[in-house]
């Protein structure tokens, strides 16, 4: 056990570790629903749409990373395996037959808010048992959920 987490109370790691996990299914199964949005849009500003979900993207898989190393740091087990995701995620299931720029954009504002909250959530249960710095871990990917939300829903408005 590192340092670090070693005043953390053995409940406070089992909650960390477990609202980790759930938001690492939701922003795993975003990231994908991001990428198969991006491969096949069309329409209107079509190449500023592509290339601000792609970027959208990037920015999710930097805090895919941070919230699986999170769980190793409290000696749990991230779990981001194709079947743990589809077990864990919450995110509604990504239509696939979607072309349209305008489309895509409100199936991924839609699955942007629903995981949006699911980090404040996981921000106020993790304060609340006790770990603050997963809160803080949180609180950053929902503050970049929030501002990649108002990117995408500017191009609906």
């Known amino acids: 056990m590192a340092v670090a987490v070693a ?13 980790l996990n759930a938001c690492l299914a939701d922003e795993i199964a975003l990231g994908l629903a991001l990428k198969q949005a991006h491969w096949t849009l069309k329409g209107a500003n079509f190449i500023a749409v592509h290339e601000l979900i792609d970027e959208v993207h990037a920015r999710v898989q ?7 190393e999170r769980v190793q740091i409290l000696d749990g087990t991230a779990m981001g395996t194709l079947e743990a995701v589809a077990k864990g995620t919450a995110v509604e299931p990504y239509p696939t037959k979607l072309t349209k720029a305008e489309d895509h954009l409100a199936a991924l504002t839609e699955r942007m808010r629903a995981v949006g909250e699911k980090l ?17 871990v949180l609180t950053a990917a929902s503050r970049q959920m929030d501002k990649d939300l108002w990117f995408l829903q500017s191009h609906l408005d």
């Open 120 to 136: 404040r959530d996981g921000i106020d249960e993790t304060d609340q048992a006790g770990d603050a710095d997963t809160a803080d």
């Open 7 to 19: 005043r953390l109370e053995a409940n406070a790691r089992k909650v960390s570790v477990e609202v």
């Open 62 to 68: 930097e805090h895919v990373d941070v919230i699986a």
